[in-house]
C-alpha cells in the first residue's frame, strides 16, 4: 500500500479503499449517488477512516455520537491487542465541500468489537465483524446528519418487512464525492452455511451447519463498501438497518446471480445485544 505523506488533503487520503474484502454485482451496476446533504435520507451515512492503515470503509450514524462499521480493519486480535491503544479512526460525515469528499472530518474511538479474526475461515468468526465508534463531535443529531434505528430481525421475519431492501454505501470504484452510493431493490437472499470457500467457488448451499445471523445478498458490495448498510423503510417511512455488508466475491463486472458468488453481509441480531447496553451506557440510544 502505498504511503501517504503528512499533510496531504482529506481528498487524497479517502482515496485508499478498504482492501481486506471482495465483492460481486449482480445483473447490472445501477447504482446511484444519493447527496449526503443535512436533511437527506442518506445523511447518516459516512465513511470511515483508519488513520493507521489509511484504509477506508464505509459507516453508518446509529445514534447522535456513535457509528457502526466493520472490526476487520484490524485483521487478527493479537494485532488488535497491539494496537488499541493506538487505534485511530475518522468519521468523514456531509458532502463534499472546499475540494474535500466530505463535509466533515470527526475523530472516532473504537467503543465496542466483535472478536474477530480474519485469519479464521468460518462464518461463526464472520458474526463477530462488526464495531461501534464513538465519535469526539456529535454530528448524528437531527440537526445535524442525523442518524439510523438498528432492528435486529431474525431470517425468518425478513419476508414479512419486504421483498426487496436498499444498500448504502461507498465502493471504491465511485467517485466519493458524488455522495452516498445506492441500489435499490436488492435482496437478502439466504443464510450462510459453514464451509462456503469464496477462493473455491463452493454454494453456500451446502447440507452442513447454518449460521442464522450471517446472510447472503445479491447487493452490490465492492472494496470500500464494507460496513454499508442494508435497509428497510418502516411504516413511518425511515430506514431501518437490518444487514451490515462485510464481504463477498470481488469482480466489478455484471453478472447473472449465482449462490457461489453471493456477496454477504452481517444481521443486526449478531450485535445489536452488545451494542445497544453501550449506546443506553452513553445515553445516545
Known sequence: M??????????????????????????????????????????????????????????????????LTVRHFIPTNDQAESRREGWSFRFGAGPARDGRHVERLVQATPVAWGDFDKSKNSFEN?????????????????????HVAVEAVGYAQLAALTDSFTKVGHPGNKPMEAGAW??????????????????????????ERLWDDVWATDCPTLKGDSGGAILYRGADNRFRLTCMLITGEYDPTPKPYKDALVNICLSSNAFWGKIQPVLHDAGDD
Open 2 to 67: 502505498a504511503l501517504i505523506r503528512p499533510g496531504l488533503s482529506l481528498l487524497v487520503a479517502l482515496c485508499v479503499t478498504s482492501s481486506p474484502l471482495a465483492a460481486s454485482i449482480f445483473y447490472r451496476d445501477d447504482q446511484v449517488p444519493m447527496s449526503r446533504a443535512h436533511g437527506s435520507d442518506y445523511s447518516p451515512f459516512g465513511v470511515v477512516l483508519d488513520m493507521v492503515s489509511l484504509q477506508t470503509g464505509s459507516g453508518t450514524l446509529i445514534g447522535a455520537c456513535h457509528v
Open 126 to 146: 464472520a458474526a463477530n465483524d462488526w464495531m461501534l465508534l464513538r465519535l469526539k463531535d456529535c454530528v448524528g443529531t437531527p440537526e445535524l446528519y442525523g
Open 182 to 207: 445506492v441500489q435499490l431493490r436488492c435482496r437478502i437472499t439466504g443464510q450462510l452455511r459453514n464451509g462456503y470457500d469464496p477462493k473455491e467457488k463452493r454454494s453456500f448451499r451446502s447440507p
